[in-house]
């Protein structure tokens, strides 16, 4: 019989003594965690490790004996050891050597009980496998990815014996950091004998944070309180809060500082690393915005936007309702600014194409009728834009500034406020798509209606079904009238729908880009990205073996290494839940309604139902 013992590298050099560590039946193997070093008295050994199976509750046993020779073998020593066997009775009993400067190993396992059967012996071979304590310790075993079934038994029961081997070492590590251990009558040997690791500054730290999560916490609770007042619930209040991606991202950060700040212990290494990557998310949020809110204060960069988004409102407005007059100076002043942060060069641009609709647009043949009647309703609501832009550019800057300074809650709410500007000022273009594509679509059910009365059917409402129907003459006589004038009429209808189709998608798109890098900081998992980058080993997603020695007349001597997480593995394991926006149809879906005319809104909250 094979027995698999992992024995801990920082234990090669450790002195003679006894073998302490954890007994797996199931996978035949054993995992040394310590040393015990000698001199000793038996009892103390033995209250240790009952007080180390009492507080990590993990079945800590004498596995055998190590020893570490000089150059010369010792045989009173090595006689002495195996002696203890009768004092700590375990089965199978292990026995290490090594001579020190050599490659001379030693390892046996003998039983007092011999089993029965053709094959049987009081001594089983050793296979030895070597890890590092440390970085087992503070890894995490990540189960593998699902694999086919004539894979998936092989790579269960491996997986399994890996898992116990971590779980053994990180259950133990009250053995290894727990300061009452050392200062008793034993001496052990492992990754930690010569101390604990720690830092000054990072044990203030640890003391500081409980009295600072303490007061964060309770101003949080205030915060949350009074977000779920009566008065926020009142109308129209909830309508706006839910149309408003600034509110929702509010909401989200809320969500995470409470959770960040909690006082309440994790209770799992997949929770703490949740509460890690939100802590730094939100600080790389908060570091961003006082980069942005510091770029946007200096040299009075929010006035010189504020001008540039709205020059001479007076005169533009004027031009606007009263066309051929002072046009020159409206030119003239929009060549100080650039043309794409100018609003009023905007609704200038949207007029000349409205007018240029209004013609023969590409040498096609409009209905002038209809052509004349949409082009001035469009070219009246831009005006009432324009007004609204008139009105409101006495407070632009001081809008401005407030944008600004909320960046100091985060980079993403400064973006949330960003797409909510953008929605607002382009609300006119919104009111186009929506005129056009409800104009169009109606013609469109008209057109397929008229179509099934020319074939003898209809359309059953009850029983949402295509029937066949008979018709007098009178109603043919109509139904031709009417679909060849939604006919003739479609070309001048659907040329209005496509060019503002077009233009509400440009300004979904760079709404999307938005929400697309507002979801990228609020659920990209920076410190998990941190640790496979420094220290790989924390995110292990396996081992592998390398051979030290393989002869015929020593033992197999292995090495386990650890295997790292993917990058993409680590996004898709630890990436954190966020309100952000994704498209809500698929690519033919939104074909279809982009051709029936049906309303899209491409971009929705991930929190929200599938239509």
Not at 131 to 145: A, E, G, N, T
Not at 365 to 392: E, T
Not at 466 to 478: A, E, G
Request: proline share 5%; net charge positive; glycine share 6%.
């Amino acid at each position: 019989m094979v027995l698999k013992a992992f024995f801990p590298t920082c234990c090669a050099s450790a002195d003679s003594g006894l073998l302490v560590g954890r007994w797996v039946p199931e996978q035949s193997s054993a995992v040394v965690l310590a040393v015990v070093h000698f001199p000793f008295i038996p009892i103390h050994v033995k209250e240790l490790l009952a007080k180390v199976q009492q507080t990590s509750r993990v079945g800590v046993a004498v596995l055998g004996t190590w020893c570490l020779r000089q150059q010369e073998p010792e045989e009173s020593l090595g006689r002495f050891l195996e002696g203890l066997g009768t004092i700590f009775s375990h089965e199978p009993w292990l026995q290490l050597s090594w001579e020190r400067g050599s490659k001379s190993w030693s390892c046996k396992a003998t039983r007092r009980q011999v089993p029965n059967g053709p094959e049987a012996s009081g001594e089983d071979q050793v296979m030895l496998i070597f890890y590092d304590q440390r970085k087992v310790l503070l890894s995490q075993l990540h189960p593998p990815i699902a694999l086919p079934d004539h894979q998936a038994g092989d790579a269960t029961a491996s997986t399994g014996g890996l898992a116990v081997v971590f779980d053994t070492v990180a259950r133990s590590e009250v053995l290894f950091r727990s300061d009452r251990f050392h200062e008793g009558p034993v001496r052990l040997s492992h990754w930690q004998s010569e101390g604990v690791e720690a830092s000054i500054l990072l044990e203030l730290a640890k003391q500081a944070s409980g009295p600072i999560c303490l007061l964060l916490a309770c101003l949080l609770s205030l915060v949350s309180t009074a977000s779920t007042c009566r008065l926020w619930k009142l109308w129209p209040l909830p309508f706006i809060r839910s149309k408003l991606s600034t509110c929702e991202q509010l909401r989200l950060r809320l969500e995470h500082l409470t959770l960040v700040f909690s006082t309440q212990k994790a209770e799992s290494p997949a929770q703490l690393m949740r509460k890690a990557n939100m802590l730094v998310s939100v600080l790389l949020d908060v570091a961003l915005g006082l980069a942005l809110l510091s770029w946007l204060h200096s040299s009075n960069r929010i006035g010189q936007l504020a001008d540039a988004l709205v020059p001479v409102a007076d005169v533009s407005v004027r031009d606007s309702l009263l066309p051929g007059a002072g046009r020159p100076c409206w030119e003239a002043e929009c060549r100080l600014w650039p043309p794409h942060l100018c609003l009023q060069h905007v609704a200038e641009e949207l007029q000349h194409l409205l007018q240029w609709l209004m013609g023969a647009p590409a040498g096609l043949k409009m209905n002038r009728a209809l052509d004349q009647v949409l082009g001035r309703f469009f070219l009246y609501h831009i005006h009432l834009w324009i007004s609204y832009i008139h009105l409101l550019s006495p407070f632009i800057e001081r809008i401005l500034w407030h944008v600004g300074l909320s960046a100091c809650l985060g980079l993403t709410v400064a973006l949330s406020l960003l797409s909510d500007i953008i929605a607002l000022l382009t609300f006119h273009i919104y009111c186009f798509y929506v005129y056009g594509a409800r104009l169009y679509c109606l013609k469109i059910c008209g057109l397929s209606s008229l179509w099934r009365l020319f074939r003898g059917k209809k359309w059953n409402v009850l029983r949402q079904r295509v029937d066949s129907c008979s018709y007098d003459l009178d109603q043919l006589f109509i139904g031709t009238l009417l679909f060849t004038i939604l006919l003739f009429l479609l070309p001048t209808t659907a040329l209005y729908y496509l060019v503002f189709t077009l233009l509400r998608l440009l300004v979904v798109t760079v709404q999307g880009l938005i929400h697309l890098l507002v979801d990228l900081i609020n659920s990209l998992p920076l410190y998990s990205l941190g640790l496979r980058l420094c220290r790989p080993y924390r995110l292990a997603a396996g081992v592998k073996f390398r051979i030290l020695e393989h002869e015929a007349s020593r033992p197999l001597r292995l090495l386990m290494q650890i295997n790292p997480l993917s990058y993409g593995r680590v996004v898709h394991t630890y990436r954190l839940p966020s309100c952000g926006c994704h498209p809500k149809h698929s690519w033919g879906s939104l074909c279809r309604k982009l051709f029936f005319g049906e309303l899209i809104y491409p971009w929705r909250q991930r929190g929200d139902k599938q239509d």
